[in-house]
């Protein structure tokens, strides 16, 4: 975790994660956008605080859709005040809440409420605290911007980023204005991330990796509904050496521009790990073998060791391989619905991926099922397109699909 700074302006100490510092200089646009957790509207809400405390201000806060102050920004400014141990000095009412030491106030509106009559109200406001802005239409901005306009004014921002095009993302991060500071804040920034939120970050991590990516890292939501795996995570784990486990490799054959594949994984529990891949577009059959034999450069050709399930379209690449160093080399067994099965079945493990095995990563970040062109609905039929490190791993696994009940609880 990061540490913490202090801004040491008069009245009150406004401890700050240090992501946050550049936000505490004067600008007109203030940004701050990333994964849950990160602090960000904290970050604003203590701001909003502290400068209604230390000199007169009319502020605002704001989201797009607001139906009642539940769903507004209150309840957190409220529990600032009271962590600023500045309660004395502020009135929490039913709409609004006001210093009257000083006559500011902090009032709460959703956006799509206002008119371009109505957003008239909040002329002569020097701060809107815009939060969720992920959600701001291209029409709010446009309402907003013109109309908090007093000397001073800011407009501050904070998101979790869905999509580049949204019109938050355009404006703050396309190309931004030259009086903006608009900065980036992730949990790994947070001194203060409680244990829960840290343990669900830790629990999306281990389990789906598009889920921690997006949710806890800020980036655009790329997941799609018709994504396969999301039970995938990488580490850079060491791979056992005493006892050693026991290995399991499959084999995709390529044909044309597709690669020829060989895959190295074992079990731990409900954990499957992949550490080793052997991958090469146009690699000749009399070239496989050497491939194969570089799968593990500590221990080269320790895969003629092993069994190896191959895939069995080609019976004719499997009898070359037998014949020159890999006599334990098997045909999968292919039938009706045996794809769909053994998908399943990666599925209901964890599995661990080492990052030098860069093309599993790439195919379990992208393999999916088909979706229709009229309806764009997701149909129950996988994509026959960046599946070879994956076909490969159904087959290295096929003989513990195979016999599931022996495998996980022993022969008796």
Known sequence: MTDAVVDDRPKLRNEVARVFSPLLAPARYKGAYGGRASGKSHFFAQQMVVRCYERQTRAVGIREIQKSLDQSSKLLIADKIRQLNVGLEFEVRDSYIRCPRNDSIITFQGMQNHTAESIKSLEGYTIAWFD?????????LGLLRPTIRSPGSELWFSWNPRSPSDPIDRFLRGSPPSDAIVIEANYTDNPWIPDEAYDEMLYDRRRDMERFYHVWCGKYQSRSESLVFRN????????PSDPSPTFYHGCDWGFAKDPTVLVRCFVEGRKLYVDQEAWKIGCEIDRTPDLFDWLDFENPLSARKWNIVADSSNPQAISYMRRNGYPKMTAAVKGKNSV??????????DIVVHPRCTHVIDELSSYSYEIDKLTEQVLPKLEDKKNHTIDALRYAVEGIRRKPMRAMWGSY
């Open 132 to 140: 969720e802005a992920h959600r701001a239409s291209e029409f709010s």
């Open 340 to 349: 769909e099965e053994g998908i399943e079945f990666l599925k209901s493990y």
């Open 232 to 239: 995938w995570t990488v580490d850079e784990f060491e791979t």
